[in-house]
């Protein structure tokens, strides 16, 4: 079955440290992946995405992301956090016709 | 600007209401989809449609409606027989590439609260 899987439901870290947050996947094809970030009462915005080639991929805010077909894996990294990271991260694989979503990772930044 | 809208904001439902949520895009996509958000348990797919006039179940379909009678428009009826209703709900669209969903554009949200 297809799922995704996001092991770190709350993951804390000091400004100007570094970050990484864990995203496992079954997929059976090759798998379409996703990074979105989330706001408290917010709708979902894109991190970045994998659909081929290159398989560390850069995104907005200063993420990246690198694809790991041996490990099944799409982590998610940033070097340096800023407060304003805070906020709650959701991997996400494409699906046929529609997506399958981890539950998310809510990060919290101290300063 | 091109994006998605919902509304209202907020909503509160007496006990035995429907209600409807609106869901408006203008980002000529054909895919659209509902969600449901609660703590802890991330989005569960309600409906989603591929196609103007056809849409599908996604996994918790029971007691929510939807109709896709426009490309710009999917809009949510959640009824009396939806039990626990209170709950954060997205909508979003998408290209989709031979069957594969691309990037999902999310609109803000509504917070519907039952009384």
């Known amino acids: 079955a297809q799922s995704v899987t996001q092991p770190d439901i709350h993951i804390t870290v000091s400004e100007g440290a570094s970050l990484e947050l864990r995203c496992n996947y079954s997929?059976?094809?090759?798998?379409?992946l996703f990074w979105y970030v989330q706001s408290p009462g917010q709708g979902l915005q894109l991190l970045l995405k994998?659909?081929?080639?290159?398989?560390l991929v850069q995104g907005i805010k200063g993420f990246e992301a690198e694809f790991k077909r041996s490990q099944s894996s799409f982590n998610l990294r940033k070097p340096s956090v800023h407060w304003s990271d805070a906020a709650e991260y959701f991997c996400?694989?494409?699906?046929?016709?529609?997506?399958?979503f981890g539950t998310g990772t809510r990060l919290k930044v101290l300063a | 600007d091109g994006g998605i809208t919902q509304s209202p904001k907020y909503l509160f439902r007496k006990e035995g209401q429907n209600v409807t949520l609106s869901c408006e895009q203008n980002?000529?996509?054909?895919?659209m989809y509902w969600y449901r958000q609660d703590p802890g348990q991330g989005l569960r797919l309600i409906y989603y449609?591929?196609?103007?006039?056809?849409?599908q179940k996604g996994d918790i379909a029971e007691g929510y409606s939807v109709s896709r009678e426009k490309k710009e428009s999917f809009p949510l009826t959640v009824t009396s027989a939806q039990k626990n209703p209170t709950a954060f709900y997205l909508c979003?669209?998408?290209?989709?590439?031979?069957?594969?969903?691309?990037?999902?554009?999310f609109g803000p949200g509504t917070r519907l609260t039952v009384l």
């Open positions: 979003a669209s998408s290209i989709a590439r031979r069957r594969i969903p691309d990037t999902q554009y």
């Open positions: 997929y059976g094809a090759t798998p379409y």
């Open positions: 994998y659909f081929s080639g290159d398989t």
């Open positions: 996400a694989v494409s699906g046929t016709y529609k997506y399958i």
């Open positions: 980002l000529n996509h054909d895919a």
């Open positions: 449609s591929q196609i103007v006039n056809d849409f």
